[in-house]
């Protein structure tokens, strides 16, 4: 059998003598998509900084397609075809859609030294069509787009430079139930493409209608995984909680 895309194996992370995650294992496959759900202080964000290499494990293994892995430092993971879509979304807001797609990846002439804008602009649009993210134009400003087209430039700049795994944390908070709708279409379409998605949610009615699996942290404690399907609603509440019967 393939090995996973990623393996987080007895994963520990301490700040000082804070435990923030202790002993926390999970795999995840491609064209799969795993929630992480908790509450606030659960650990969720630090493991996503974990596999993003914003924060060193203390201990415990992290495996991509079956190889370990050691992240000093975003780019190393980024090397390893890991991208993430964080909160803030980290998009240039006085820049085009096109220059945010390639931000830090600037397709340059050879010799000219000069942008290779059309190439750029014809690259931005393509994905945009394939994952149905409706912006006016790849040349559109991002300050002059909605909340929903920007997340869904972000999810789409991830998905452009990922080749194993997207991390995304809480990618419809700030938004109203149309473009939550729309950005959860462009996420469950990320399965054709067969990536790995590991998605950060407070909404459990998101998390049913997207993932595959839910894994239940509190406290810094893997509680456990659940099949989407063979589980309810009720059940990840009480395993949220801690108020199982």
């Known amino acids: 059998m393939t090995p996973p895309v990623l393996s987080l194996t007895n994963i520990h992370k301490t700040f000082g003598g804070v435990t923030a995650i202790e002993d926390f294992s999970l795999d995840v496959r491609a064209g799969e998509i795993v929630a992480l759900v908790g509450d606030n202080g659960a650990g969720k964000s630090t493991l996503v900084k974990i596999v993003a290499g914003v924060q060193p494990q203390t201990s415990g293994a992290i495996l991509i397609d079956g190889e370990e892995a050691h992240f000093r430092d975003p780019s190393v993971s980024q090397e390893k075809g890991i ?13 085009p859609v096109y220059m945010n797609m390639f931000l830090g990846r600037e397709l340059t002439h050879p010799w000219l ?16 069509s394939e994952l149905d993210v409706r912006i006016p134009s790849a040349r559109a400003v991002v300050r002059d787009l909605s909340g929903g087209q920007r997340q869904g430039i972000a999810i ?35 399965r054709a493409r067969n990536l790995a998605i590991v998605i950060v949610s407070h909404s459990l009615d998101q998390v049913f209608r997207l993932a595959d699996r ?10 456990g995984v659940r099949e989407t399907r063979s589980v309810t609603r009720n059940e990840i509440v009480a395993m949220i909680t801690g108020l199982e019967s």
């Open 83 to 95: 991208q993430v879509v964080y909160q803030d979304l980290a998009l240039a807001e006085r820049q």
């Open 113 to 128: 030294r000069r942008l290779q804008r059309r190439r750029m602009i014809a690259e931005t649009e393509k994905l945009m």
């Open 156 to 190: 789409a700049r991830a998905t452009h430079w990922a080749t194993k795994l997207v991390l995304m944390d809480e990618p419809t908070a700030a938004l109203g139930v149309a473009e939550t709708e729309r950005v959860e279409r462009i996420i469950d379409g990320l």
């Open 214 to 223: 839910i894994c239940v942290l509190r406290r810094g404690r893997q509680i």
